[in-house]
């Protein structure tokens, strides 16, 4: 399945160089170098990530970026400045930005940061919500966060992925080799402990009583099962 981005960037030189590389990491790849051809391109939701450069000519990057929020466009965005203060990246993340790069950057990172937000676009849509709620907990899929009685729930990236895997596998029992395979990417079969770990680290964090779980619980000799 293809995966399309729009570009959304007004520099002649880097819209060349980003459309080669990405085009061929084997993404689609829609350009607009004004902001309001961008913001009109965009409000099709027809891309699964949006690139966009924070000073544009026509419309800017922080009003494309909360417009379309205000809208109900969810697409994953990723953006790119010349500032480095740190207010534009506070403002940027408040408007509903995903995350947020800096120029000049080196093509490895933004690659892999663009893979990150397909990979939780995709993982996203599986869902078929953004939100998952059990007992006082709100997981927010597409930001990757969660609170606890209204109060943000402090998760590692693999704490999140971990939940994020049981919140899409719930009612399944899982074996820890599976969730070695998926969440770690481990060989089927690796002698580790890092399940058990992360899993206590979890239940501490989610759990009324982590030592009478109702949330993750044990599936002896096999693995676990999430009842959220």
């Avoid at 534009?88 to 947020?100: H, N, S």
């Avoid at 899929?141 to 971990?162: D, P, V, W, Y």
């Amino acid at each position: 399945m293809s995966r399309s981005i729009l570009l959304i960037e007004d520099e002649p030189g880097l819209v060349l160089t980003l459309k080669d590389r990405l085009t061929r990491e084997g993404y689609e790849v829609d350009a607009a170098q004004d902001g309001n051809l961008g913001m009109a391109t965009a409000m099709r939701g027809q891309a699964d990530l949006i690139i966009l450069d924070l000073m544009l000519p026509g419309r800017g990057g922080l009003d494309i970026c909360r417009d379309l929020r205000q809208k109900g466009i969810e697409t994953p965005i990723l953006m790119l400045t010349a500032r480095g203060q740190t207010v534009d990246k506070v403002l940027g993340l408040k408007l509903g930005a995903d995350d947020y790069m800096t120029k000049p950057f080196e093509m490895p990172e933004l690659l892999a940061r663009v893979e990150v937000l397909m990979r939780r676009n995709r993982n996203t849509a599986g869902t078929g919500a953004a939100f998952y709620n059990f007992g006082n907990i709100e997981v927010d899929l597409r930001r990757a966060s969660a609170t606890r009685g209204g109060q943000a729930i402090a998760l590692s990236t693999r704490e999140f992925e971990l939940l994020r895997y049981f919140i899409e596998h719930r009612g399944a029992a899982v074996s820890r080799d599976e969730l070695l395979s998926n969440v770690w990417h481990y060989d089927a079969g690796t002698t580790t402990r890092t399940v058990d770990v992360h899993v206590a680290w979890l239940r501490q964090k989610l759990e009324d009583d982590p030592k009478r779980p109702q949330w993750i619980m044990t599936v002896h000799g096999l693995g676990y099962k999430f009842l959220g």
